[in-house]
């Protein structure tokens, strides 16, 4: 197994090693490392849906997403398919699911089916853009919390019934730290997300806090700490969802994709630094 860093803040490009036959010693590595640089990136793995359900269920229990499952594949496989002539409209920076008190640990594509060109994924590191902070402002927002709820997104009819949705949007919103600790390396890292999730600073329901809200989540948007991928068919990746940012682009319509995607389950909420 070779491992090579993308780039300083984030990212490791994986190689040498069959996803469909993972050691125990090589799953310690691999855990060991997406800690560390947040995003793995395995290139030319042609797995089936099994075989992808086991190599990820070495980051945690797989969970299943969609309502209603595919047939063929296990349940916990979700299916991402824009349709050719369909727009994708959830191209902006964003983490999973940081509406619920637990919000999805990991998450995972594998590439099936691409466009000609175009459809890259960006990704954050928000211990990174923690870390590239200014003192005055690690200071200013120590001990602050956010308000999360939950918005309509073009996936969220396959993962929700109308009453679990209803159900989330009428609840009052869920309080994260803005300023969490990772407990598995210590690092503090922002939770931030886009503005249709993360509405609020809880006490700045205001002017003031809107400003500083928006001005962190556009600082966790800095070059110095994202990388862009480009996928080749049967790139599988696996990424940290609730210490990165990431942004699908939507720029290959009127183009097909197809993505199966995988999800951990949840068993901690964020932790306040």
Not at 66 to 72: C, F
Not at 146 to 163: D, L, Y
Not at 208 to 220: F, K, N, P, R, V
């Amino acid at each position: 197994m070779d491992m090579k860093a993308i780039t300083p803040a984030i990212g490791m490009q994986v190689s040498g090693i069959e996803l469909a036959n993972i050691s125990e010693a090589d799953a310690g590595v691999l855990r060991d490392a997406l800690i560390d640089r947040k995003v793995l990136v395995f290139r030319d793995q042609p797995i089936t849906s099994p075989q992808y359900l086991r190599f990820m269920n070495i980051f945690g229990e797989t969970v299943q997403e969609d309502l209603v499952p595919h047939e063929g594949h296990p349940t916990e496989l979700c299916i991402l398919h824009i349709r050719p002539k369909e727009m994708q409209n959830i191209n902006f920076w964003h983490m999973d699911y940081s509406f619920r008190e637990n919000p999805t640990p990991h998450l995972s594509l594998s590439a099936q089916q691409l466009p000609g060109c175009g459809g890259d994924t960006l990704f954050s590191n928000l211990e990174a853009a923690y870390a590239g902070l200014d003192e005055e402002t690690k200071q200013r927002i120590s001990g602050l919390q956010t308000n999360h709820k939950v918005s309509p997104t073009q996936n969220a009819k396959a993962r929700f019934s109308p009453e679990e949705f209803k159900a989330m949007t009428e609840s009052d919103p869920v309080r994260h730290p803005l300023v969490c600790r990772n407990p598995d390396n210590g690092r503090a890292y922002l939770f931030v997300n886009v503005p249709i999730y993360c509405r609020s600073i809880t006490g700045m329901e205001n002017q003031e806090g809107d400003a500083l809200l928006a001005s962190l989540y556009a600082h966790a948007q800095r070059p110095e700490f994202h990388f862009r991928l480009t996928w080749e068919r049967n790139t599988v990746v696996v990424w940290e969802n609730t210490h990165c940012l990431h942004y699908p682009v939507s720029d290959y319509f009127p183009d097909e994709r197809l993505m199966w995607r995988l999800a951990t389950r949840a068993v901690t909420p964020p932790q306040a630094a």
